[in-house]
């Protein structure tokens, strides 16, 4: 069975995602209401094989596979970073932080920004951890190891690991966390 779209969907996903464009599979329902609402907000919606239009889209891989929750976008402009919430003892630093991803998007893995200026503070994951470098140098020591990652690097911090998160100037990272919950792990 597939799924149903009234109305108030079409304008959720049309608010709260950005969405302009909705592929309904062959056994999708949709509300004449929810036609009329999707064409006055200038979304296009298209049904899986459909041919009227003169243009064929892609076939879904599978219905089994087709996830419940819609595709998230998370604009760069709606990027704002705040003062990291726990205190980890360096202000001087001025460790910044966006979670733009979370759990409550349905999703297992979190994703954000983060930033701090020069210095080195002790943490402990117990969740899997990639960074990826945008800006500056991340520094991570775990025990006698250091690995410094540039602009463009990426790293990966495996769950279990006590480690020191720094850098010898500033960094500006984009990273996605597995589980979603990090913060209560």
């Known amino acids: 069975m597939g799924q149903f779209f009234t109305g108030a ?3 959720r996903l049309a608010k709260a995602q950005n969405c302009r464009y909705l592929l309904l599979a062959p056994d999708d329902r949709i509300t004449s209401e929810a036609m009329d609402v999707a064409r006055s907000l200038g979304m296009h919606i ?7 239009d003169g243009q064929s889209l892609p076939p879904l ?3 089994h596979t087709r996830s419940k929750n ?6 760069a402009d709606s990027v704002h970073l705040k003062p990291f919430a726990v205190d980890v003892g360096r202000p ?3 460790i910044q932080l966006a979670d733009v991803i979370t759990g409550a998007h349905g999703s297992p893995m979190a994703a954000g920004f983060m930033t701090w200026k020069k210095g080195l503070f002790p943490w402990t994951l117990d969740y899997d951890e990639i960074d990826f470098v945008i ?9 006698s ?3 410094i990652g540039n602009p463009g690097d990426v790293i990966h911090i495996p769950r279990g690991s006590d480690i020191f998160f720094g850098s010898p100037s500033y960094a500006k990272v984009f990273y996605v966390t597995f589980p979603a919950n990090w913060e209560t792990q």
């Open 9 to 11: 969907d079409i304008r």
């Open 61 to 63: 891989i599978s219905k």
């Open 135 to 143: 800006d500056g140098q991340l520094e991570i020591r775990m025990g």
């Open 92 to 94: 001087e630093m001025n």
């Open 46 to 52: 298209h049904r899986e094989g459909d041919l009227s």
């Open 70 to 75: 819609p595709v998230t976008l998370v604009k």
């Open 145 to 147: 190891q250091v690995v």
